[in-house]
Each structure stands twice: as C-alpha cells, then as structure tokens.
C-alpha cells in the first residue's frame, strides 16, 4: 500500500484534498443516484469551555431547536450522538417537550447514534471505562423510552480502534460511520472502493465479530468537507456560518433563489457525484451539521429553507437522474447494506496514528497530560471496586430480612454511585482522557476528579463495612489513601497506632482470581511487627522514604510483608508497634548511597554506606538486574535460573520541536507530535543513587536533573517476583517545548515489528516503517507493549497511556510528558504548559519461549501475553484496596467456593437499580472477559489457578440466591438467550460477555 503523504492544496477557504475523480452520468440511467441528507450538531462536553459552560450555553438549546422543528417539519430528520447532554435536557424539560422528543423517537426521524455517555476516545481509553460509558448511555436510553441503538457514529475521535468497533458491535450496533483516519489511508480505500467494509478481528478467524464499516473520504465531518472534493463549492451550502473566502474575507453563503438555484444545484450534484465515484453503489451521504450547530429556530430555518429550494429543483428535474432526501446514518447503512449487487471487502487492523496533513501526526495526544491519564485509571479501578461491592451488598442484603434504615442506605448509595459512572463516562471523552483541553476545562477535570475519587472512597468504606463479616461493627473500616491536591496521585494514609499500638488494616482484592505478592504500607515508626488475624508473626522489612529531592522523610517508613487474598476476598493483618530494642520487629534495610545527603537520625536507624560500590545491582529469588557505573540507571537482568544476562538499558532523553532557523515552522502541540530530529540522551550531572536491599523489597533510586527513577524487586514466588518495577517522575514546570521520553535498549532481534495493546484488550502487531517521519511511527499504548524475537519476549506493562515506538530494532521508546509552548493549529489556541510531576509506573519482563520455533519473518497479527504477564497486568490495573479497621475478622471472600479462572476477568458487575421493597427480585449485570494468553512461554512460577473452565452462576457468589440467568447484549440492553443458572458456561478465547442475574 502506498503510504505516500497527503495530497493537499491550501486554499483561503481550508485544505482541499486532491483525490481527482471522473464520472459517466450513463451510470445513473437506470438507478438514480440516491442521496441521503444527515443533520447532525457535534457537541463537546468539554474542550474550549467545560461540560456545564457547553450544556448552559449551547447544548440545551440546540436540543430544543432540533424537538421544536422536527415537530413542525415532518420530513426533517437529525442525528444525536451525546447522551450527557441527552440525559440532562431530558430531566430538566417540560412534560411536554419530553413528549415530543418521544414521538420523534418513535417516528425514526430522530436517530441516536453509539449511545455512549459521550463520544469517547478510542485510542488510550481502557475498554472497561469504555464499555461504562457506553453501558451508561445505552442503559439510559432503554430504561426511558425503550430505544436501542442499532448504529455508531464516530466523527471526532483522534483514530480509530478495532477494540471500539468490537465492543459497539457486541452492544447491538450492527454498522458504523467513522471518520479520522491517515489521508493516505482514505486515498488507498477510495481508489479501491473499499471505504466500506467488514471491519474484522485480528484473532477471529471465523469473522464471526466483524461489524460493517463506512469510512468518510474527506478530511472533517463539517459542511464545507462532506459534500465532496472541492470545500470552495461544498462552502457554499452553509448557509448559515461564514466559510467561503471572496474579497479578501470570509462571506456567507449567498442564499438561494429563482435565479441561482439551477447553479446552485448542478454544483452541488457535481460533488455528490464524484463522492459517489468511491462506493459500490448508487447511494452517497452528505453530513450536515458541525461543532455546536443549529442553536436556535433562525440557524435552522437559514440552512434549511436555503437547502430546500435547491432539493426541490434536483428531485423535480429528472434529467438530473437523483433523488434527494433528508435522512439518518441508520437508514443510509441499512440501504447499502441492502444492496445485493454490493459485495464488501474484509479489514483487519486500527487506524493509527492519524494524519490530517503533510509530516503532522497525531500522536502527541498520546501522552500529553499524563496526571489526567493516571488519574483517569485509578478512578476507574475505585469505582470497579465499588460496583463490585455495592451489587454484593445490594445482593446479600436482598436475601435478608434487611431493614428499612439498609434499603435507604442502598437507595442513597445507588445514587451516588449512577453519578460517580457518569463522572468516569464523561472523563472518557475524547478530549478530556487525551489532554487536548484548554487549561482552564484541565483544571476543572481535575478538581471533579479528586472530588469523584473522595467519594468513591467514602462509598467503599461504607460497603465494606455492610459487608457479613463487618455489618455488626458500630466503626466500619475506613480505605486508608489520601489525595493532597488536585495536582498529585493519591498515596496510601500513614496508619495510626490505637492507645493499646495496634493497628488494624483489611485488604480488599477487586480481583476474581487470587492474588499473592509483596504489600506495603506507611508507617510513623521503623520499630513494627506485622500478623496475621491469628497473630502468627510474618517476616516483614522496614525501609525509609526519600522525597523527590532526595531528602529522608523524618516520621515516615514503608513496611513490606507478603499477602495472600483470595479472589474478591478480604483478609485482615494487625501492625503493632514495638520497643525500640525489641529484636522481634520487621528487619531493616540496608541502603548504599551515591551523593546523598543523611541526616545523622537515620544512619542510627539503618544500615548505611557512604561510598559508590563496584557493583552496583539489587536481586530477589528471581532476578538480579544491574546498573550502569556512569548514569545509575539500569543496564541487564539476569535470570537466576540460568544465569543468562539480558541486556535491558534504559535512558532518558528528549525531543525539541521545530527548526531552530525558521520559526514559523509547525510545532508540537497537544494533538501533534512534531520533532526536529532524533531524541537526545539526557545528561546526568551530580546523579544521585540510594540503594535499598532487603529480603522482601529492594530497590534502586536514581535522581537526575528533571526526572528520577525507582527500580525495583519484590521477593515472592508469586508472578510480582519476575517483573522489575519501575517508577518514574518527570517534572517540566520550568522547560519548555521538551517532551522527555524513557529509552529501553535490548538484544532482542524484532526487526521492524512490536506489539502495543488496544485499549488494553487485545495485543496488535506494529511495523516500524522507515519512510515514516519520527512521529508517524509512534503508536497509543494503553496498558503494554512487547517486543520478541526466536528466543525470548521483553513485555513492558504500564499503569497509565503512553505513547510508544520501536525506532531500532531491540528498543521500545516511550513518551513520559510533553510541554509545549504553542498551539498546534487545530482549534486549541493555547500550548500545554500546566505540568505538574507526572508520576509513571512499569513493570518489565523478560519471558523464554519454551521452544525456539518462533521463526516467521512477518509475525502474526495479533500477540497473547503470557499467563504470568496477564496476571501482573491485571493486578498492576486492579490493585489492593487498604482500609484501617477497628476490628479483625476471619478471612471472607464474595465468591462461593473458588475463584475464577486466572484468564477469566470479572470486568464489571453493575446492579441496575435497587428499587421496590424488598420482595422483587434485583437485576445484575455481569460482565466477564476471557482473555487471550499463549501458552508458548515459560511459566516458572506455582500457579494457584482454578483448573475448570466451568463457571456456575447459581453458586458463584456466596449468599446469593439466583433464580434466573440470561446471555444479555453488551450493555445489557437486549437478551440474547435464557440460561437456568446452574447450567455451566465457558467462554471462549477472547470472547467478552454479559449476564443478567435475577437475584430474589
């Protein structure tokens, strides 16, 4: 495939895209050509002004616009695709207007398109906040007026995501529209008439999950750009905004009359028939609408009344050999589908990165505002974990003679719980998640973020303590974190000692599987013994903290000790201050230290030595990774097993953009990453290094100039112990124009191909192309990377999105943060100068083939992690929730018998309502994920996974009594087929399904 640059020509009226095409009018003598009218208003919640400055000021009344006019004009149709805005106008309305805005529905001249929350990003959204979102808005829909949506329309998003189209069509939707994708693409496709298409799997073989697809040939969805090829004619058709440059300026659209209308008319056709030129058949969609378009009754009648007159003309002259009609996306996708005549091709694969034109990629976005992305995921793992407690809750309670005071505080809870799933929705957003927002809408995302994450924290506190083994307590447990700022990540809370200096902590594993590995916690004193609810002692080991300054914490110390939680289990540990010459307490690291200044309280506390050793490395059971002599930063890891060292260097360096001779050439911005040249390494001047060695924890902390890094090692048999942990802080609030990136160097032969995830589901085959410039070969990374060759795989896991290359063979190159000092031109008008630090978390692995076989020169399509890597992944994403206690309970999980398979994820569990009075039954959704793993990879650790495949939903959960089971939809949104609960299910490789349980 010709991946050439895009063709463009500047016009004063924007970019005209050259795609230079003929047409025969013979060609419409039989069939006319059919042409399908779609209005639509776009409409973001949150970009240049936030969600409630958009809803205020511009949503709420284009909604009334849109129900007043669709109710005067019965041949007009509209498309709406932001069910936040939806939902809210829909509460806040008359009785009247929702009674029209009912009948509209009913009608089919109001279509609502995806259904989701908002319109989300595809690239860097994980597809379990994904699948909220779009369960939020759907759901919605269903409950108030019993619609479903059968099609998806994604205009906007930066890319577009195989993950996205599989989900969507999972929930119902059986076509879509899409838009953005690299111009070279669309030219390729368009030749080819190939821009619709089943849009398949990678792993699915039987093609059995492919959806149908149209892609939009032109570069924007506005009116200017949907037309056809020449935005100097299609301009001419807005009537209502100033989009044609005549005269030095730009004019409005001259409205139609009796004299111009015959023009007006042929011209309009002429671009409708060249766009028909790139389809199978004889039907052509031309979008009408834009950003925030139709907002009062006078927009509305200047475009349309204008639009009439000259439909009327074309559908009156048969010569013309064309029908006009105002129309929706699902009628026009239901008639191409129709087509008999039409044979589609089949399409495997993303469309990333993105390019809109020339060398400006946009694959900035990726990375930028990197707090926004981490906060992004930890909100989602909090409320996961709420949700899984509150159906428990709801569920165990329902079995019970529970009293009136429990079903108010269930009813309560629900609520702040349906707004805490809109508050994950809308941060989904695809410019809220991708950091392409103003400032001032960032600041805001982030004060409503910290806010979300306090009470999804209240929330878990309270369901914990509703819990059975909790509900007689008069003190519930408390989740033991702590934001300080909108602007930091939470931390875990200093435990306090009670009067007798005990404390208390319960751990919540949101996991379905088990989970074994190194904890920690802080604590205000070095002289601790950790046990179990026994009181059996367990080893355990005491280190102290350093700030980002490389100065000692006085008062505070982190204490590691090994847990075992069962799958959605809890289980309690008791910490209890000791002496200070009690021999009994956590042993105490030993630290070596480069350049670090001590506060003589510690070298009386730990064992300290002052001089730079010969060798500088940290080791568990596992692993030995060793450090550069030069930058302290790490160099190899070494298999225990076999001794065998990997070469796994890693640097920091750094991006400039621009040219330093001609400043009026493009820069970076929030959306374009645009480098003047290869990544510098960064110096390290004064490097500082503090090394931490114990015999649970050891770690290795390098400070640089503007970043520092912590590696580390947990000493267990559990998956934990075969990764290096790595922790990285990046701080660039006194750079600018530097986007600084993490470098890691192996011996791994991979050529030119790598793996990144999608949306942290499936794994997707990447090629470094050559001819590409820098930027157009960095892909979105949401959870992990891989590259491999016959011998071994490094994988690189990552608590948060980053945007990520393979520029030479055996490296994996990753953007940390990005501060820009201008906009980038595409309607941002401001640079990204908010950092704060941004705080990134890895873990990498090094894994052996069982057998080198694996000698393909072009590799498959689509990768599978190891067990071991899964599981690392899927802890690293759903981690430990601590909560101080007053009391100590036997270990209790939610589940009945056994946890579930280690490659069967729980994704979510959502009750749909806790309405009525006890006696009806609640409605559960659950929603589980086998996830695709190979089985080619050495698995040296003791697996404690179930061994059946089998899972039983009328013994799943304990106390929970199931009297129904069905197969839903997705969302949930339609039943697919009956079950009795005790009949045995299996999932499939890769399949992702949904449950309703009726619980009595």
């Known amino acids: 495939m010709p991946m050439d640059y895009p063709s463009y020509v500047w016009t004063p009226s924007g970019w005209i895209q050259q795609m230079d095409t003929t047409y025969d009018e013979s060609q419409w003598n039989e069939n006319p050509l059919q042409v399908h009218i779609v209005p639509f208003s776009h409409n973001d919640p949150g970009w240049i002004s936030t969600y409630e400055s958009y809803y205020i000021s511009w949503s709420k009344t284009i909604i009334d616009t849109i129900v007043e006019q669709l109710t005067k004009d019965l041949d007009m149709t509209f498309v709406w695709a932001e069910v936040l805005f939806l939902q809210r106008w829909y509460q806040e309305t008359s009785a009247q207007s929702q009674a029209a805005f009912k009948k509209l529905l009913e009608s089919g001249r109001l279509e609502i398109v995806s259904g989701g929350w908002v319109m989300s990003d595809e690239a860097i959204t994980h597809y379990g906040a994904f699948i909220d979102q779009l369960m939020e808005g759907q759901l919605w829909l269903k409950k108030e007026f019993g619609y479903k949506v059968k099609v998806a329309w994604s205009i906007d998003p930066f890319g577009h995501s195989s993950t996205a189209s599989h989900l969507l069509h999972l929930s119902g939707v059986n076509a879509m529209y899409i838009q953005r994708a690299h111009y070279a693409v669309k030219k390729h496709l368009a030749y080819k008439k190939q821009l619709e298409f089943m849009w398949q799997q990678d792993w699915d073989r039987k093609a059995d999950a492919s959806i149908f697809c149209h892609l939009s040939p032109y570069l924007f969805y506005g009116i200017q750009y949907s037309c056809g090829p020449d935005i100097n004619v299609c301009c001419k058709f807005d009537f209502s905004h100033k989009k044609c440059w005549k005269w030095g300026s730009y004019q409005s659209a001259e409205s139609v009359t009796s004299d111009n209308v015959r023009t007006r008319a042929y011209e309009l056709l002429d671009q409708l028939r060249k766009k028909a030129q790139f389809f199978r058949h004889n039907h052509v969609i031309f979008p009408f609408g834009d950003d925030f378009r139709f907002r009062s009754s006078s927009e509305w009648e200047t475009q349309f009344n204008n639009l009439k007159k000259v439909f009327f003309y074309m559908n009156s002259h048969p010569e013309m050999k064309v029908q006009v009609q105002f129309s929706t996306v699902g009628k026009y996708l239901a008639a191409v589908r129709s087509n008999a005549n039409a044979e589609y091709p089949t399409l495997q694969g993303d469309f990333f990165p993105y390019s809109d034109r020339s060398d400006q990629y946009w694959s900035g976005y990726f990375s930028s505002r990197p707090l926004t992305k981490s906060l992004a995921r930890i909100f989602q793992a909090h409320l996961r974990s709420a949700e899984i407690l509150f159906s428990y809750a709801a569920g165990f309670q329902q079995g019970q003679n529970e009293q009136r005071s429990q079903r108010w505080t269930l009813k309560s809870t629900y609520i702040e719980i349906e707004a805490l799933r809109r508050s994950l929705g809308l941060l989904q957003h695809h410019d809220t998640i991708t950091g392409t927002s103003r400032i001032s809408v960032v600041s805001d995302t982030l004060k409503s973020i910290k806010s979300s994450l306090e009470k999804c924290r209240n929330v878990i506190s309270l369901l914990v303590g509703m819990m059975p083994q909790f509900q007689n307590e008069h003190i519930r447990p408390v989740v033991m974190e702590e934001q300080l700022s909108q602007n930091s990540i939470p931390r875990t809370k200093l435990i306090e ?21 190194i904890a920690h916690l802080s604590v205000p004193s070095p002289d601790i013994k950790v046990f179990d609810m026994n009181m059996n002692p367990i080893e355990c080991q005491v280190t102290p903290v350093l700030d980002q300054r490389a100065i000692f914490v006085e008062g505070q110390f982190e204490v590691y000790f090994e847990v075992k939680v069962a799958g959605l289990g809890m289980v309690s540990y008791r910490i209890k201050k000791l002496s200070p010459d009690d021999k009994s307490r ?10 670090i200044h001590m506060d003589h309280k510690f070298s009386s506390l730990f064992n300290i030595s002052w001089h730079e050793t010969s060798h500088l490395s940290i080791s568990n059971r596992h692993l030995m990774v060793t450090f550069c002599k030069c930058t302290y930063l790490m160099q190899s890891i070494i298999s225990k097993r076999d001794m065998i060292p990997y070469k796994a260097e890693m640097k920091f360096g750094f991006y400039r953009t621009g040219h330093w001779i001609n400043p009026f050439v493009d820069k970076s911005g929030a959306y374009i990453f645009l480098p003047d040249g290869p990544a510098k390494d960064m110096g390290c001047r004064n490097c500082r290094l503090v090394v931490i060695k114990g015999p649970l924890f050891s770690s290795a902390t390098t400070w640089l100039n503007i970043t520092s890094q912590t590696v580390a090692l947990y000493n267990t048999n559990a998956a934990q112990g075969l990764g290096v942990h790595v922790t990285n802080h990046v701080d660039l609030h006194s750079h600018d124009n530097i986007e600084v990136v993490l470098k890691l160097k192996t011996s791994v032969e991979n050529s030119d191909y790598f793996y990144t995830d999608l949306n942290s589901f499936q794994m997707h085959r990447r090629k470094t192309l050559n001819r590409f410039p820098i930027q157009g070969n960095f892909y979105p990374m949401t ?10 795989r490094f994988s690189l896991l990552s608590a948060e999105s980053h945007g990520i290359a393979s520029l030479n063979p055996g490296t994996l190159e990753l953007i940390l943060d990005r501060r820009l000092a201008q906009d980038d031109w595409r309607g941002l008008k401001e640079g990204v100068q908010d950092n704060v630090q941004a705080v990134s978390q890895f873990i990498v692995v090094v894994e052996e083939w069982k057998n080198a076989v694996k ?19 899927n802890a690293m994403e759903n981690r430990l929730v601590f909560l101080s206690s007053s009391v100590s309970k036997p270990p209790f999980s939610l589940l009945s ?21 006890g006696t009806r039954g609640l409605e559960l959704l659950v929603v589980l994920h086998r996830v695709g793993v190979t089985c080619e990879i050495e698995n040296p650790v003791a697996s404690d ?7 039983m939903f009328s013994s799943l959960f304990r106390n929970f009594t199931v009297t129904s089971v069905d197969e839903m939809t997705l969302t949930g949104t339609s039943v697919i087929r009956h079950i009795l609960p005790d009949t045995p299910v299996v999932l499939n490789n890769m399949e992702i399904k949904t449950w309703k349980l009726n619980l009595i």
């Open 783 to 792: 959870s992990a990377a891989f590259i491999e060759d016959s011998r071994i």
């Open 897 to 917: 018998h056994s946890a579930l398979p280690c490659d069967v994820h729980l994704v979510n569990m959502r009750l749909l309502s806790v309405e009525g009075d």
């Open 586 to 595: 956590c042993r105490r690291s030993t630290l070596s230290m480069i350049n």
């Open 855 to 873: 000698s393909s020169k072009v590799p498959p399509l689509t990768g599978f992690p190891s067990r071991v890597v899964q599981r690392m992944g």
């Open 945 to 951: 996974c179930t061994d059946s495949d089998e899972i």
């Open 497 to 517: 000692f009670d009067s007798a200096g005990e404390s208390i902590v319960v751990l919540f594993n949101p996991l379905a599987n088990n989970v074994t590995q």
